[in-house]
C-alpha cells in the first residue's frame, strides 16, 4: 500500500450522526503525527466538525456521487473509512475508487447484497492493487467476526468447529441504521440473486468445509432459554473470515441468534421482523417508517450511556467446549463509532498484521492486533469457561 499520500485516514461522512462519534474517537486516539482528514458533501458542516477535535485535521469537500472526486480522494489517502449509507445506493463509488487506488476501505455496511456486488466487481482488483476492502466494521459485525476467532482460538486445532452466538442487545435504532435494515429487506430478491452469483465464482477453501448457519426458532441446548435466528450479515461475515483462516478448522459453523427469555417473545420477535420485511417490499410503506426516523438522527449521550450488549460464544470442537463472551456499551453508536476509528487505525498504523488483499474481513485482516486496540477502549474479550 502507498505511504507517500498526504492523508494516513480520510473519515467520509463525518457531518453525519455516527459520523461526528467517528471523528471525535479518531481525533482522541490517533497517534499526534497522523495526518486526518474528514471529507463529505458539506464543508461547513465539515469544519463544524473539525472545531470539536483537540487537533488539526484536514477538510476536504466531495461529494460520494461526483466518481472522479472520489478518485481523487482515494488516491489521496492510506485508509478511507465511510459512514455514507445506506451503502447498496450511496457505496458503490467509493468502494470502486478504493479498489482502483490501492486505498484500504472501511465501512459499516450490514448489507448483505452490498457485501456480495463488492466481491464481484471489486475482489480482483483489488488483489491486483494491494486495497484491503473491509465491510461491516461496526456493531455489524465486529462483535460477532472477533468473538468468533477469539472462541476458536481457546479449541483445538485441526478439528470440526461449531460456534453458537447468543446476543442480548440494549439500545435505540438512528435513522442511517433503520434506513440501511429497510434498504436491505426491500432488496432481498436481488440479493438472493447476487449470492448465488457469488458462490458460483469465490473459490471454496481447498479440503475443508464452512457450513450454513442454523436457522431455526427455538429452545437453546446452550442457555435453556429461547433463541430467534438474526437476520444480519453477521453469519456471512464470519463465514468470509473461516474460508480465509485455516485456524477454524476442517469443518466450521457459526450460528448467531437473539436470546430471548419466553417463547411468546420469541415468536413476538419473529413475526416483527416478518411484518417490517412485507411493509419494506411497498415503496409507500417503507418512505413512511424512514419518515419516523430520518437519517442523520439519533440517541442523545444520555440514553447512549445506558445502553449496552452482550455476545455470549459457545463453542465445540475436538472433544473440548469453551465459552467466550464480548461485551460493551452503546451498540448502535458509541461502540460502533470505536469500532469503526479503532479498524481504521489498525489499518493504517499497526505492523504486525497478515499480508491481505479484495475483500477481507476484520477477523482475517486485523484480527488479535484490532482486539488488542477494542480492549483498550473498554470492549472487552473473555474466556467465560473452557473445558
Known sequence: MATDREHDIVLLGATGFTGRLVAAHLGGRAPEAARLALAG???????HVAATLDREVAVVP????????????????RVLATTVGPYSRLGAGVVSACAEQGTDYLDLAGEPCFYDLTYLRHHEQACRSGARLVHACGFDSVPHDLGVQFTVEQLPEGVAIDV?????????????TLASALEVMSAAPRGAALA?????????????????????????????????????????????SA??????????????????????????????????????????????????????????????????????????????QA?????????????????????????????????????????????????????????????????
Request: glycine share 12%; with cysteine; proline share 7%.
Open 323 to 387: 465459552l467466550a463472551e464480548v461485551t460493551g456499551g452503546d451498540p448502535g453508536y458509541g461502540e460502533t463509532a470505536k469500532m469503526l476509528a479503532e479498524s481504521a487505525l489498525c489499518l493504517a498504523f499497526d505492523d504486525d498484521l497478515p499480508i491481505a488483499a479484495g475483500q477481507v474481513t476484520t477477523a482475517s485482516c486485523m484480527g488479535p492486533a484490532l482486539r488488542r486496540r477494542l480492549q483498550e477502549v473498554g470492549i472487552q474479550f473473555s474466556t467465560v469457561e473452557h473445558f
Open 62 to 77: 466531495v461529494d460520494a456521487a461526483d466518481t472522479a472526486a472520489l478518485e481523487r480522494l482515494a488516491a489521496s489517502t
Open 164 to 176: 453458537r452466538g447468543y446476543l442480548k442487545a440494549h439500545g435505540t435504532i438512528s435513522g442511517g
Open 196 to 240: 448465488i452469483a457469488r458462490r458460483l465464482v469465490e473459490p471454496a477453501p481447498t479440503g475443508r468445509r464452512v457450513s450454513p448457519a442454523a436457522r431455526k426458532v427455538g429452545r437453546s441446548r446452550d442457555t435453556g432459554r429461547w433463541a430467534v435466528p438474526m437476520p444480519t450479515i453477521d453469519a456471512l461475515v464470519v463465514a468470509r
Open 243 to 320: 474460508r480465509l483462516c485455516q485456524r477454524y478448522g476442517p469443518d466450521f459453523r457459526y450460528s448467531p441468534f437473539l436470546a430471548v427469555g419466553t417463547a411468546s417473545r420469541a415468536g413476538a420477535l419473529a413475526l416483527g421482523t416478518a411484518a417490517m420485511f412485507a411493509a419494506a417490499q411497498v415503496p409507500p410503506v417503507r418512505h413512511r417508517l424512514q419518515a419516523l426516523r430520518p437519517p442523520g438522527t439519533g440517541p442523545d449521550q444520555e440514553r447512549r450511556q445506558r445502553s449496552s450488549f452482550s455476545l455470549r460464544l459457545y463453542g465445540e470442537g475436538g472433544g473440548m
Open 41 to 47: 458533501r458539506n464543508q461547513q458542516g465539515l469544519g
